[in-house]
């Protein structure tokens, strides 16, 4: 397994059948065992379970693939969790979408690469990861008039979900596994304090 060593939950073997096929389809999709598997191998039911409900959510088809991409890292981003949005911007790279896009997200606002509607749909999902969520009625009414009600609801679900895992790998002190560093993916941009687009 791959990653920090510092997790709040120290990772554990995993073992048996399914944990074997665990370990085989991590290894086919990402390249590697990362260590949150292990952190989250102590309840195999809850792994199970969240990894099912993911899969549910990669096949949903309403929204444009690269402004669900945008929305998750964008909700990654504001809720702080390293690994959701190194693990999303891999995901891009392999689902070939716009890499660049996704490279910039932690500093979408001064970038210059989005369009309005990519802006309004990582306001959304930076709003909605807000404690508590800033989502006004005019963004809503607003995306409601260009996505549609389907795909706006499927908007806001994706970035749930992506808010309940974000913040259950900060919790557990889960942090990047470095699969875009390992696929050999620039790496992100990043903010620094005072609000300049740096490298990460």
């Not at 706006?152 to 749930?160: D, K, P, Q, R, S």
Request: net charge negative.
């Amino acid at each position: 397994m791959t990653g920090t060593g510092t997790t709040r939950v120290p990772p554990t073997e995993i073992t048996g059948l399914y944990g074997g096929l665990v370990k085989m389809m991590s290894r086919r999709m990402l390249g590697q065992v990362p260590e949150s598997l292990g952190v989250m191998w102590h309840h195999p039911r809850v792994l199970k379970d969240m990894m099912t409900f993911g899969r549910k959510v990669e096949k949903w088809d309403r929204l444009d693939p690269n402004l669900t991409s945008l929305a998750n890292m964008a909700a990654a981003a504001t809720v702080g969790c390293s690994f959701c949005l190194d693990l999303h911007y891999f995901l891009a790279h392999n689902h070939g979408l716009d890499e660049e896009k996704a490279r910039d997200v932690p500093r979408w606002r001064e970038s210059s690469l989005y369009t309005p509607l990519e802006r309004r749909v990582m306001e959304f999902a930076e709003a909605m990861s807000q404690t508590p969520p800033a989502v006004t009625d005019e963004l809503c009414a607003t995306l409601l008039a260009e996505l549609g009600a389907p795909a706006l609801l499927e908007l806001g679900a994706t970035v749930g979900y992506m808010n309940a895992a974000a913040r259950t790998n900060i919790a557990l002190g889960i942090h990047s596994a470095e699969f875009s560093t390992a696929c050999g993916l620039p790496p992100l941009a990043a903010r620094t304090p005072a609000g300049v687009a740096s490298q990460a």
